[in-house]
């Protein structure tokens, strides 16, 4: 069994930064096509981050050039990075990882931005 775990969001202020992680544990052989999503109150979740299988970045619109989608693959985190944040980011955010080709996703951590 698979298990991603995220780390605590939290509350910043407007152009602040935080960093989420998302840990994947339990028997991995392979970990594809990362990405994480968000969604807002009222409103469809909306893909934020992505890599590839192929090792790809793609940002989503509203975010590219303030967030940064990674991996450290020696032990199986993701991160996202976010920088100059605005209140239309907060939202619940999820970590979504294809492992040993099945889709897992995490609990989902709370990102409010306000002053």
């Known amino acids: 069994q698979v298990q991603l775990v995220e780390s605590v969001g939290g509350l910043v202020q407007p152009g602040g930064s935080l960093r989420l992680s998302c840990a994947a544990s339990g028997r991995i052989f392979n970990i594809s096509d990362i990405r994480w999503d968000r969604q807002a109150p009222g409103k469809e979740r909306e893909l934020v981050a992505r890599?590839?299988?192929?090792?790809?970045?793609y940002n989503g619109e509203a975010v590219n050039g303030r967030f940064t989608i990674s991996r450290d693959s020696t032990k199986n985190i993701v991160y996202l990075q976010m920088n100059t944040l605005k209140p239309e980011d907060t939202a619940i955010y999820y970590c979504?990882?294809?492992?040993?080709?099945?889709?897992?996703w995490g609990q989902g951590t709370q990102v409010t931005v306000s002053s």
């Open positions: 890599i590839t299988s192929s090792s790809r970045t």
């Open positions: 979504r990882l294809v492992v040993n080709h099945r889709i897992y």
